[in-house]
């Protein structure tokens, strides 16, 4: 899907989805894109944030409570706040105008290379069930988080905590070995791809979001440890 009100823009960036072997949608405006995305239920929504009508971090916002597409916000202000408002209604990645189309459609393969184990809704996939029946399910805790990667859900003391796809794949990441720091670099080829390219500085941010979901703080680092100068490991959950 991409929302973007540039028709020239659009058609481009649709250009090459399409060589690409991409079905793809377009809407110009916030209002129409929210439909939209409700009716089609991509896989990757390419949004701009200078839209019409609603912008596109409310587009995202209002998504967000129903579908787990991956979101690439495009926008013509690179400045901080921008990039770190529009991750923080749930997009997983950020370009800034003027960008390069090739270089927009290596990220999204990169994006859809990632397993998808969960449906719009949050529902485990028929290859996940299938997945579950021969292996042990594979949970991981820590203190009252547990984090049960075939279901694709996390609890804090019980309770859903509703995560983006990205936010979930990098707590996966970090709990897949326990104690073990990784680097940013390291976040980033194992979530986005090694051929991403990009500030790092995007790793800080999803790790931000994920621990104001899960009740943690930097300071306290119960579920997601800062090592300083390093990278981000996994805390003992007090």
């Given amino acids: ?8 823009i659009a058609d481009l960036i649709g250009s090459y989805l399409t060589r690409d072997g991409f079905d793809v949608s377009t809407a110009h405006d916030g209002h129409a894109a929210v439909g939209l995305i409700r009716e089609v239920d991509p896989d990757v929504v390419v949004l701009d944030l200078g839209l019409p009508g609603l912008d596109g971090i409310e587009v995202c916002r209002q998504l967000r409570t129903f579908s787990d597409a991956y979101v690439v916000m495009l926008t013509a202000r690179a400045e901080e706040v921008d990039t770190l408002i529009g991750l923080s209604v749930g997009a997983d990645d950020y370009m800034a105008k003027p960008f390069s189309p090739r270089e927009l459609m290596a990220r999204i393969q990169v994006m859809l290379r990632r397993p998808r184990t969960t449906g719009s809704l949050g529902t485990p996939t028929s290859s996940t069930a299938a997945g579950t029946a021969e292996r042990p399910r594979d949970l991981r805790t820590i203190g009252a988080l547990t984090l049960d990667v075939d279901g694709h859900e996390v609890t804090v003391d019980g309770t859903p905590v509703r995560l983006t796809r990205t ?3 990098l707590l996966a990441t970090l709990t897949r070995d ?3 720091v990784l680097t940013r670099e390291q976040l980033i080829a194992a979530i986005w791809g090694a051929d991403w390219i990009g500030d790092t500085h995007l790793v800080d941010v999803h790790i931000g979001h994920l621990r104001r979901k899960l009740g943690d703080t930097a300071a306290r680092g119960a579920y997601v440890r800062t090592v300083r100068g390093v990278g981000y490991r996994t805390g003992d959950g007090r």
């Fill in 1 to 8: 899907m991409i929302v973007e009100d540039e028709p020239e």
């Fill in 178 to 180: 326990p104690g073990v």
């Fill in 167 to 169: 936010e979930f794949d």
